[in-house]
């Protein structure tokens, strides 16, 4: 039956849809704590609308189903993990405990950007990965 559905509802229904979704959850709790801000709403939903488009742009142009789903599960393991830094990131921001937070998550980011097979292929074949096996013993 999935071929009688058209494109553009494919691309609703699929990964794009957990973005969206996430997004809409996320954005105003992040926003709100430790207290509520406009510019990092704004900070956040910009974000937010260029990884949906880019989302839809990859859609189109990605002829695999299987890269692009990849790519926006990567989209959303990164926004989710920016989301949740910036809380941390604010209430910090006029101590030294600060830098500390800022190179960490540059560093976890710069790591997952060049682990990213190591990554994908835990959630894609957990029994195989020693990056899943470990996580699941800790």
Do not use: D
Request: glycine content about 6%; hydrophobic content about 50%; some cysteine.
């Amino acid at each position: 039956m999935r071929y009688l559905v058209s494109k553009k509802e494919r691309f609703s229904y699929g990964p794009a849809s957990g973005l969206m979704g996430l997004s809409v959850i996320l954005i105003p709790i992040m926003s709100a704590i430790p207290t509520w801000s406009l510019k990092i709403f704004m900070l956040n939903v910009c974000l937010a609308t260029f990884l949906t488009l880019l989302a839809r742009y990859l859609y189109e142009k990605i002829p695999e189903e299987y890269w692009y789903n990849s790519l926006v599960n990567y989209f959303i393991t990164s926004s989710m993990g920016f989301y949740g830094v910036t809380p941390f990131l604010r209430i910090t921001y006029h101590l030294s405990l600060f830098w500390l937070f800022l190179f960490l998550y540059v560093f976890i980011l710069v790591f997952t950007v060049f682990k990213r097979e190591m990554i994908f292929q835990a959630f894609h074949k957990p029994g195989e990965s020693k990056l899943a096996i470990g996580t699941i013993i800790v």
